[in-house]
């Protein structure tokens, strides 16, 4: 039963609607590929962005369609998988890149570098980060102005 959900979930021609009533399925997967589809209603993916699955989480994170609020609220997720995929979106906004830009994880710090939407402010600090894998990707982003380059 559930395959039949997951094929449904996955399909980028499913209506809205329907993804929208397959976020309350009981399987996590199915759940998990409807916070992945392109197509998922931004109110689906808002209350997936509370599910008790980190994995879940993650996908609503990198869901380009999430809004600044669903990807702001994830920013403080508690898993650092989410975090990650939040500063992994291109449409994450600027108050959740500032804050994953001091987020303890050096991978998340390090995702926020790398993400070419990172405002130069942003980037600028995590060039000057304690570590190394995060300073030279921050040198490596375009936002970086020339003089923190050289």
């Known amino acids: 039963m559930a395959e039949g959900k997951v094929a449904l979930a996955r399909d980028t021609r499913t209506p809205g609607k329907t993804l929208g009533k397959l976020a309350d399925h009981k399987n996590w997967s199915v759940r998990a590929d409807v916070a992945a589809n392109p ?3 931004a ?15 993650t996908e609503v994170a990198l869901n380009l369609n999430a809004t600044d609020k669903v990807l702001d609220l994830l920013a403080s997720d508690e898993h650092v998988a989410v975090r990650t995929a939040v500063a992994l979106n291109p449409n994450a906004p600027t108050s959740a890149l500032r804050r994953l830009s001091k987020d303890k994880n050096t991978t998340v710090r ?12 942003v980037v600028r600090r995590l060039a000057a980060d304690e570590e190394r894998s995060v300073r030279r990707s921050a040198g490596a982003n375009h936002q970086t102005p020339k003089k923190v380059k050289s």
Do not use: F, I, Y
């Open 39 to 41: 197509r998922t209603p």
């Open 43 to 57: 109110k689906a993916l808002a209350k997936l962005a509370n599910d008790k699955r980190w994995e879940v989480r």
């Open 110 to 121: 390090l995702r926020v570098a790398e993400n070419r939407n990172a405002p130069s402010g």
